[in-house]
C-alpha cells in the first residue's frame, strides 16, 4: 500500500522531520494539566521547525496504536515505561510530573504508605487499563485477581460511587478534574492516599532518535529559562 511505510500523518522536508502526531491520554479531559502538556510540548516542536499534531486516546489504545507505527508516539508515560517495550524510546527530559493515586468513597479508607497499605489488603481495588507500571505496581503488593482493569476513569469513579469496588486507582491530573463535574461532586469520593509522583516523559518512535535528542535539548532549555513555568500560569489562567 501507498501509505504502508509512512507513520500516520508524517511529512519529510529535506531528510528531517516536518510533522509529529502523538497520543496523549490526558486530552481526554480539558484539565489544567492537559493544557499545560499541550503547550510546553507545542512550543517545543516549534522551536524545532516540527508542526504536532496530539490525538487522545485511552492508555492502552494509546500504546497500540504507537507500537504499530500508526502514530509517532506518547507525550506522558512513566521512566518505567520504556523498560516494558521495545519500540519506543524515551526523550530524556522530563518537563512536567504526575501523581498516582488511590480514591475510595469509605470516608474512614486511607492509605498513607503508597504502594505498601495495600499489602496483604482485601480491598477490591481497580486501576485504568493500559496504565503498565501501576499493573506491575500492583502485582508486587496483591495476590493475582486481587485487582481489576476499567477501561476509562469516568466508569472507575462510577464502580466506586456504587460500592462495586473499595479502591480506584489513576492519576490525579484525570480524576481531580473528573470530582468536580456535575456526575461526581456529591459522590463523596475522595483522595484516599498519594501512591507516587514521579516525572513523565515523551517516548517517540526508536526512527525519530536524533528528533528525540533535540527535542530533550529544547525541553531542558524552557524549562531552565522559566518558559515551562510560564505556560504552566497561562494554562491556569486559560
Known sequence: MLLAGLAAGQAEAGGETARIVMASILEQNNSYAARWLRLIYTEAFQQLGVELE????????????????????????????????????????????????????????????????????????????????????????????????????????????????????????????LLESAEFRHSGIHQAGTLERKPVYAYLNKKHEKLALRLSAVLKKMRDSGEVERLRLQALKE
Do not use: C
Open 54 to 177: 496530539i490525538r487522545s486516546f485511552p492508555a492502552a489504545r494509546a500504546s497500540v496504536e504507537a507500537i504499530a507505527g500508526n502514530i509517532d508516539g506518547e507525550l506522558t508515560r512513566a521512566y518505567e515505561y520504556g523498560d516494558l517495550q521495545s519500540v519506543l524510546m524515551r526523550v530524556p527530559e522530563a518537563p512536567l510530573s504526575s501523581t498516582t493515586a488511590a480514591y475510595a468513597r469509605t470516608p474512614t479508607l486511607h492509605l498513607d504508605n503508597g504502594w505498601e497499605s495495600l499489602r496483604g489488603s482485601s480491598y477490591r481495588v481497580e486501576y485504568r487499563f493500559g496504565y503498565l507500571v501501576v499493573q506491575q505496581r500492583l502485582a508486587e503488593v496483591l495476590p493475582q485477581g486481587g485487582y481489576t482493569a476499567v477501561h476509562s476513569s469516568e466508569m472507575g469513579l462510577r464502580k466506586l460511587s456504587i460500592g462495586r469496588t473499595d479502591v480506584y486507582i489513576d492519576n490525579v491530573e484525570v480524576v481531580d478534574s
